[in-house]
């Protein structure tokens, strides 16, 4: 009885020391495993925000050289380009570091001025212009000047001699900015802003399409 006692006693011991050896090399082999884990995904997002970062500062770059279409360096007033540390969203994301703002009175923000890259010292967006004063419609009859239109406008006049309107109009020149694409026929909202130059005092501030329909539209008189 002793006897088996002993060689059941011992094959416990094997059996049980055996499976102790295979949970510890199962152990080291998972611990290794999930360290090259680990250190291959963090390796990769390294990567990979790097990358995104790279992509962004030449994306940021590309843009600076596109807005150079004079032959002094263009930029807006107050904005730094040679940032070391560059701005992030909470996305990871570089922000292109752009100035703009809102003219009020009701008008939207169109997407060209945040989005876009050109660099306009007279765009009451992206520049230093205030709109302040009237606010005129009219349709666009020239776009032959650079980032400037001629806008008519139809209005009545009132004679009072013989108690009467009579049709007139004027042709008055707006800037217009590079946010906006205009063609001739389109209807345009400009506002009054300090003198742009010798015969420009307005300003682009929307645009209504013109319609493509043919034959004999609805005017104004």
């Given amino acids: 009885f002793v006897f088996y006692f002993f060689i059941c ?6 059996f049980f020391f055996s499976l102790c050896v295979l949970c510890f090399f199962l152990f080291c082999f998972f611990f290794v ?16 925000n790097d990358f995104k970062s790279r992509s962004q500062f030449l994306f940021i770059k590309m843009s600076a050289v596109e807005a150079q279409t004079e032959r002094a360096f ?10 070391k540390t560059k701005r992030t969203s909470k996305s990871g994301k570089t922000k292109v570091v752009r100035y703009f703002k809102s003219v009020g009175l009701g008008f939207r923000l169109p997407k060209e001025a945040v989005s ?16 302040r004063g009237r606010v005129l419609k009219g349709e666009v009859t020239s776009t032959k000047m650079k980032r400037t239109v001629t806008v008519r406008r139809d209005y009545l006049h009132f004679i009072s001699k013989y108690d009467r309107f009579e049709k007139r109009h004027s042709k ?23 003198p742009l130059a010798k015969t420009v005092s307005f300003n ?7 319609s493509n329909k043919t034959g004999k539209l609805f005017k104004a008189f």
């Fill in 9 to 14: 006693f011992c094959f416990f011991l094997f």
């Fill in 33 to 48: 495993f999930f360290l090259f884990f680990f250190f291959f995904f963090f390796l990769f997002c390294t990567l990979e």
């Fill in 74 to 83: 263009q930029k807006q007033a107050g904005v730094f380009l040679n940032a």
């Fill in 116 to 131: 876009g890259t050109y660099v306009d010292k007279k765009c009451p967006f992206t520049g230093g212009v205030s709109v």
């Fill in 172 to 194: 008055i020149s707006a800037h217009v900015s590079p946010a906006f694409q205009v063609k001739e026929g389109d209807y345009v909202t400009i506002g009054e802003c300090r």
């Fill in 204 to 210: 682009v501030l929307e645009i209504t399409r013109a």
